[in-house]
């Protein structure tokens, strides 16, 4: 048996309430601060909590698995798996089915609770968080933290991750973007052909440029 499932199987005899909790911190990455994983979990808690028990606080259920060498305290308020294989062996807790709806959830709380600042420093884990499993899905608050992230990785010169999430923006976007969202459109494909420019991935940066220049109902300045 590998690493993982041992500690899969010390992790399910943990009462529901901590096993909840560890699909939750799961989801954040190698680390994360104490504000995020508390956001998360009141809206995910009365998943995992009997009503007529009292609840645990974060702050106890982050020292409960401190306690059980899953995590460690790096900083004051910063947590951090101890070991890769630990994060992983949380996240097999999830349903398999379930999983890919149950990242987008918590993506989509982040999105929605995270303040301007905060989002800003997640943006990345929270669109990979939404873009779980998103075939023929069509969200334009989706589309916006792709976009949001493609201009980031832009901006430290990411550009196969530039490239990764304006595709995925493009994707998600309504089959009539050139008239609902034709600015978000044009930036998206902007971006996406910018970052196969220089990756040196010429056909595909064509193919973006080709279809905006065959909008008609884009001007040239928005095409420039």
Not at 24 to 35: I, K, N, P, T
Not at 116 to 127: D, G, I, P, R, Y
Not at 150 to 171: N, W
Not at 187 to 206: F, I, V, W
């Amino acid at each position: 048996e590998n690493v993982v499932d041992l500690l899969h199987q010390k992790m399910v005899k943990l009462s529901a309430e901590v096993q909840g909790f560890l699909q939750c911190a799961a989801c954040l990455g190698a680390s994360f601060d104490v504000e995020t994983i508390e956001i998360v979990w009141q809206h995910k808690k009365m998943t995992y909590v009997d009503s007529s028990e009292a609840e645990t606080g974060t702050e106890e259920l982050l020292m409960t698995l401190v306690e059980e060498n899953y995590l460690e305290n790096t900083e004051k308020k910063k947590y951090r798996w101890i070991h890769d294989k630990i994060q992983q062996a949380a996240s097999s807790l999830i349903e398999e089915e379930s999983l890919a709806s149950f990242r987008r959830s918590i993506g989509e709380i982040l999105y929605r609770e995270l303040s301007e600042n905060k989002l800003e420093a997640s943006l990345f884990e929270v669109a990979n968080l939404l873009n779980t499993d998103t075939t023929g899905v069509t969200n334009i608050e989706y589309v916006q933290v792709n976009l949001m992230a493609a201009e980031k990785a832009r901006d430290i010169s990411a550009f196969d991750s530039c490239s990764d999430y304006a595709a995925k923006g493009i994707s998600m976007l309504p089959s009539d973007k050139w008239d609902s969202h034709p600015e978000m459109a044009v930036k998206l494909y902007s971006l996406a052909a910018e970052a196969e420019r220089l990756l040196g991935r010429h056909s595909k940066m064509d193919i973006y440029c080709k279809e905006v220049l065959a909008q008609k109902s884009i001007s040239t300045l928005q095409k420039k």
